[in-house]
């Protein structure tokens, strides 16, 4: 029910225009953004990576009014990879969609998702967004795939559809990342229960880890906080005899800090998705959908 409200107010134009003016609000949001520049997300990026952990970076913002702000988003993304480079970070970009234009057509967004990956030798990820993009993603992501090799995808475990889009991209080596998946679905496209949502991401392991074995190259990447997940994931890659190096956890800054200091310090590859930018209200309310205990943050800020 709590969930459910907060996903709204996420897509709700009036509240996204006016609670992120308040001071409250913005300071609860230091938790899980160092700040709104990438200069901020660098800097935390350089900290995690004495540490051992390696970053994903993503600037905030969805849906937007014209491809001339895709334009400007890719820009950006350009020149933060000429400083990952020029400053030595294992830092990744993920990108969503709708930010580089899917909302004006697939060709609109493809070659925008080109042009990032013909920027760079790393990967490019490709977010998932809401449920009505799924098959535009995957059309955009094939796409340049298939040209570029350098794209990686997520993919959500509470969509019914997920296994069998995942069957269907196994022949081009995916480097994939699984999550829960984050936005209000009806009954019709994703799992309701936490069980089968769960369920989905331990088989979509197993999958994705079987590939490794029969000499997959992909990269298997599970983006999650969940110890069961994280359990289920070394238990799986033990009993198929897979070594630490053939998946990575991904977590997002500011979230079970410990257990990513602990999966380094046990050899696994950690990664941290740091996001920044001023349009953080949407991301902010699904990550407090998440975890709806994060709305005591808010409420000791709006106290302080
Ligand atoms: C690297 C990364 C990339 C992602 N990319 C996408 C994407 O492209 N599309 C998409 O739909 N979703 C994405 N997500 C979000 C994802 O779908 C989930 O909503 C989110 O990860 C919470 O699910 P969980 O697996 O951590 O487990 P849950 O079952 O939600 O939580 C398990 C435990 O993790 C901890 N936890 C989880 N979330 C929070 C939180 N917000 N605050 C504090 N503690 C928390 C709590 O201890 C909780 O009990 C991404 C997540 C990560 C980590």
Request: neutral net charge.
């Amino acid at each position: 029910m709590l969930r459910n409200s907060l996903l709204w107010v996420s897509t709700n134009p009036f509240l996204a225009e006016r609670l992120p003016r308040y001071r409250f609000v913005q300071k609860a949001t230091k938790r899980f953004m160092p700040g709104e520049t990438f200069d901020d997300a660098a800097g935390v990026a350089q900290a995690l990576q004495a540490k051992g952990i390696a970053t994903t970076t993503t600037l905030l913002g969805e849906n937007l009014n014209s491809l001339d702000e895709a334009d400007l988003v890719v820009s950006q993304y350009q020149e933060n990879l000429r400083r990952i480079k020029e400053v030595g970070l294992d830092m990744e970009i993920s990108v969503k969609p709708t930010q580089i234009g899917l909302d004006f057509g697939v060709d609109e967004a493809r070659d925008r998702l080109a042009q990032l990956a013909n920027s760079t030798d790393s990967l490019v990820w490709v977010d998932m967004e809401a449920s009505e993009y799924v098959d535009r993603t995957l059309d955009i992501f094939r796409s340049v795939k298939e040209e570029k090799g350098n794209v990686g995808l997520c993919v959500q475990s509470y969509l019914r559809r997920t296994e069998a889009d995942i069957e269907a991209l196994l022949p081009l080596d995916p480097a994939i990342r699984i999550v829960k998946g984050a936005y209000n679905e009806s009954e019709a496209v994703a799992f309701p229960g936490k069980g089968d949502v769960d369920r989905g991401f331990v088989t979509l392991t197993q999958t994705l880890l079987r590939a490794r074995l029969n000499g997959g190259r992909g990269r298997v990447v599970l983006g999650t906080h969940d110890p069961r997940m994280i359990g289920e994931t070394t238990r799986i890659a033990f009993e198929l005899g897979l070594g630490k190096e053939q998946y990575e956890f991904a977590m997002l800054f500011g979230i079970q800090r410990e257990e990513q200091e602990r999966l380094v310090r046990q050899g696994h590859n950690v990664r941290v998705l740091v996001s920044y930018g001023s349009a953080w209200f949407p991301w902010y309310m699904r990550r407090l959908a998440e975890r709806p205990a994060n709305l005591w943050f808010v409420a000791k800020q709006l106290v302080r």
